[in-house]
């Protein structure tokens, strides 16, 4: 991700990358990452890399996030995180945090996915607690998290509407004889290949069905809504946004 945000960064007149930083004793550290940048390098110094930034693009991992959005704060840079795989007390730091810098956070930056959210509220509000419905999702296969976390957040926006416990409701596979309880929402999750990302929510009434699906071919689209989030948040006040907010939705 970082490569594919730098590569759209250099070419957007509105954006310098002014730092790429990477975890202490990688190999990349010390090296361009990027031909057309010759004056850029990968450090391992979070805070000396935020010196002069306005913002801060964080796709790591959520014990990284959690440091790298306590360095912004201490320099006074917004951040845009894409992390993904946060439990729900790490969530909860963000939001601290995000008391001090203005903070964009979304398990995923896709302005397609964003835009399914929406949708999704819709549909839930508009068909009623009369439909099941179930979720598929599938990724590369060095994915570490299952399900996604853009599952989960699609997820959190039905049980929400349904006044609903996501903990209660979601079902994690299924196997047995058992059959389904009336409220549950069952997530299937696919891991291989090269996949970028896809993700299926199903509305299954008596008749009929309604299929919402957001397929990503090029992790170029994560990018891109990246770097839409950070010319975004970079004047704003302090809090913790998502992208519905960067959207206008």
């Not at 693009?57 to 996030?65: H, N």
């Not at 909860?92 to 001090?100: K, R």
Request: charged share 25%; aromatic share 4%.
């Amino acid at each position: 991700m970082g490569q594919e945000i730098i590569e759209l960064a250099r070419r957007d007149p509105d954006i310098e990358v002014v730092g790429a930083v990477e975890v202490v004793g990688h190999p990349s550290v010390g090296t361009c990452p990027n031909a057309d940048l010759p004056n850029l390098r990968v450090v391992d110094d979070l805070a000396a890399a935020l010196i002069g930034c306005d913002v801060l693009v964080d796709f790591t991992r959520p014990e990284a996030t959690l440091g790298a959005l306590e360095a912004a704060g201490a320099a006074g840079v917004a951040a845009v995180v894409g992390t993904t795989g946060l439990t729900r007390e790490q969530r909860e730091t963000i939001a601290d945090l995000a008391e001090n810098i203005p903070v964009v956070f979304s398990p995923n930056m896709s302005v397609g996915i964003n835009v399914m959210l929406w949708l999704l509220r819709i549909a839930t509000e508009a068909l009623g607690p009369d439909y099941d419905v179930e979720m598929f999702e599938m990724h590369h296969r060095h994915k570490v998290d299952a399900p996604s976390g853009t599952a989960l957040r699609l997820a959190e926006v039905i049980t929400d509407v349904r006044n609903q416990q996501m903990d209660d409701t979601l079902r994690y596979g299924r196997e047995g004889n058992a059959p389904r309880e009336p409220d549950e929402i069952g997530v299937q999750v696919l891991r291989g290949g090269d996949v970028a990302g896809e993700h299926t929510v199903y509305f299954l009434g008596d008749g009929e069905r309604l299929e919402i699906t957001h397929r990503a071919s090029s992790r170029l689209v994560f990018a891109r809504g990246a770097l839409r989030a950070a010319l975004w948040v970079a004047n704003k006040r302090p809090g913790l946004y998502g992208m519905g907010e960067v959207l206008g939705l």
